[in-house]
């Protein structure tokens, strides 16, 4: 049935107006205290199997949203009563920002893909955090905060606002993510150089434990696809060598070459980051990589490219403790969670692991 209603309205519609449209209904779903909870039950069924422990956490299963959904905190339970088991918001940026000029936002269809060159529009790190200090959930879900740089702050000044962004938001987060992998915001990309990644890093952890003392705040940090192997490398090690949380992998590509793109060259060509299908192999790549670096000595979330539970399934055997999805949203609809769940249930239960745990990182142990 979505389908349908994909292709005859939100298909015809700016890609823009269409996510405002549709978030809008399931912001107005979750207000309705009985419809609510009918809609959960029927799109977020639990399945003990899935019960799932990272960063300190418990989740109801490993499946969440990746950020740039929910910018700024609105719909953390509407999303929860579709089944996203943890939501990432934002990325918040230090100010509050209108992003780049429209349009920005272009569906690729025919690839399952997105392009966006969005620029980090939100409300700015106050205005959200005081909406995340006043809420009172109704569905439990862990909230990831993710931040980034402000665009006419210069990179010199980029510390100094991340930990901004930091100190405001960290009392309020499950998790927070640092982003340095965005193709959207002019030289953020570079701060991903071990170099410059470093000192942020300890800055924002400092931050993050100055403003939230009574508890510690899971800090990871999330990369971009394009990043060559050996820099992949150098941010795993460099996240071991911090203590760090967990990391991404990953962010939108700015690829459009060897991705077997087949939707009208204009389109393929418009400037932005890519998600969705094309990226799947490079993401699962990096997240391969990373696991076989790190091991189990901090958690990875992987996303980038899933569209279904084999995928999800994939990603936990290549290391992934936690996965994210946000492309397939678009195209799959409101009952993506609950096909995500109950066919990551069935591949456990049809797979040698007693649990979600033993399956992380199997098959790349077994090729080590």
């Known amino acids: 049935m979505y389908k349908i209603l994909f292709t005859l309205l939100f298909q015809r519609m700016d890609p823009e107006q269409a996510h405002h449209l549709a978030f809008r209904w399931i912001r107005r779903v979750a207000r309705v205290p009985g419809l609510r909870t009918f809609v959960a039950a029927a799109l977020a069924p639990r399945h003990k199997e899935l019960r799932t422990e990272a960063l300190g956490l418990r989740l109801h299963s490993p499946f969440g949203l990746a950020a740039g959904f929910d910018k700024n905190a609105v719909g953390i339970d509407g999303l929860a009563m579709l089944g996203f088991d943890h939501v990432e918001i934002g990325t918040v940026t230090g100010e509050p920002q209108p992003g780049n000029p429209k349009k920005r936002l272009f569906r690729l269809v025919a690839d399952r893909a ?52 930091a100190e405001r938001l960290a009392p309020y987060a499950d998790y927070l993510v640092v982003n340095v992998s965005s193709p959207n915001t002019p030289g953020l990309r570079d701060l991903q150089a071990v170099d410059h990644l470093r000192p942020l890093l300890a800055a924002v952890r400092e931050a993050a434990d100055r403003s939230a003392p009574a508890r510690r705040v899971p800090l990871l940090v999330k990369i971009a696809p394009d990043l060559a192997d050996e820099d992949v490398d150098a941010v795993a090690d460099l996240a071991v060598e911090l203590g760090l949380d967990g990391i991404i992998a990953t962010n939108t590509t700015i690829a459009r070459e060897g991705l077997g793109l087949t939707s009208p060259p204009a389109l393929v060509q418009e400037t932005g980051g890519l998600s969705g299908a094309p990226l799947k192999a490079r993401s699962l790549d990096v997240l391969r990589r990373l696991y076989a670096r790190v091991g189990d000595r901090i958690t990875l979330v992987g996303v980038g490219g899933v569209e279904n539970a084999e995928d999800a399934w994939q990603r936990i055997l290549a290391g992934a403790t936690l996965v994210q999805g946000y492309s397939a949203f678009v195209y799959e609809g409101p009952f993506w969670g609950r096909a995500m769940h109950k066919g990551l249930a069935a591949r456990l239960r049809t797979s040698p692991y007693a649990t979600l745990a033993d399956a992380v990182g199997a098959d790349v142990r077994t090729t080590a």
């Open 114 to 165: 997105l392009i966006n060159r969005m620029g980090f529009n939100n409300e700015g790190s106050l205005a959200v955090a005081a909406r995340l200090a006043s809420r009172t959930p109704v569905f439990r879900t862990v909230v990831g905060v993710n931040i980034g740089k402000t665009k006419a702050v210069p990179e010199d000044e980029a510390v100094a606002d991340y930990v901004k962004s």
